[in-house]
T-cell receptor
Framework: TQLLEQSPQFLSIQEGENLTVYCNSS?????LQWYRQEPGEGPVLLVT?????EVKKLKRLTFQFGDARKDSSLHITAAQPGDTGLYLC?????????????FGKGTKLSVKP | NAGVTQTPKFRVLKTGQSMTLLCAQD?????MYWYRQDPGMGLRLIHY???????AKGEVPDGYNVSRLKKQNFLLGLESAAPSQTSVYFC????????????FGSGTRLTVV
């Protein structure tokens, strides 16, 4: 069974601070996705990374896929209260299934003004 | 664009009652999914469908049934609700092919008393 471990589970920071969230597995994934979920809503896709070592930027968010495609990180620069939410990583291995995503349990981020 | 619409948004059931959760998508997506989200457990796949008329079991299928009679609709049924089925249920869809992210609905909060 493929598992994705996210850390930290909870993170509370002040506006303007930087932070990094990690997503790790012992398994190789074909691609990995990051989602953000706000209270009372469903997850919303932020980015998909496919190539080992790939780095993608979305404004103040930087996503990296590990060289071996077993791990990923999300770095937020100068966090703002609007970044508050649950961040989920999700991996897929097209060789082993119908392409169903496997989700980590999430990192709950709170950014205080 | 409506995207993925789930009905109802909230429901309270008594143990042993039955109900059907409806998911409708207007994006012509082939794949559809039902997840449940519980504190500390993350998103767990209940059932999924890779096309009209086809369904398959996910990680936690017991106590649930599904049907995909029309491409745009995916129904989740609880025949005899149990308190352990108290959860937030999310429907998601995606196009056929590799690398696509999921589009989620806003969820149904179900309480079984």
């Amino acid at each position: 069974t493929q598992l994705l471990e996210q850390s930290p589970q909870f993170l509370s920071i002040q506006e303007g601070e930087n932070l990094t969230v990690y997503c790790n597995s012992s398994s190789v994934f074909s691609s990995l996705q990051w989602y953000r979920q706000e209270p009372g809503e469903g997850p919303v896709l932020l980015v998909t990374v496919v190539t080992g070592g790939e780095v993608k930027k979305l404004k103040r968010l930087t996503f990296q896929f590990g060289d071996a495609r077993k791990d990923s990180s999300l770095h937020i620069t100068a966090a703002q209260p609007g970044d508050t939410g649950l961040y989920l990583c999700a991996g897929v291995n097209y060789g082993g299934s119908q392409g169903n995503l496997i989700f980590g349990k999430g990192t709950k981020l709170s950014v205080k003004p | 664009n409506a995207g993925v619409t789930q009905t109802p948004k909230f429901r309270v059931l008594k143990t042993g009652q039955s109900m059907t959760l409806l998911c409708a998508q207007d994006m012509n997506h082939e794949y559809m999914y039902w997840y449940r989200q519980d504190p500390g457990m993350g998103l767990r796949l209940i059932h999924y469908s890779v096309g009209e008329g086809t369904t398959a079991k996910g990680e936690v299928p017991d106590g649930y049934n599904v049907s995909r009679l029309k491409k745009q609709n995916f129904l989740l049924g609880l025949e005899s609700a149990a308190p352990s089925q108290t959860s937030v249920y999310f429907c998601a869809s995606r196009p056929r092919g590799a690398g696509y992210g999921y589009t989620f609905g806003s969820g149904t909060r179900l309480t079984v008393v």
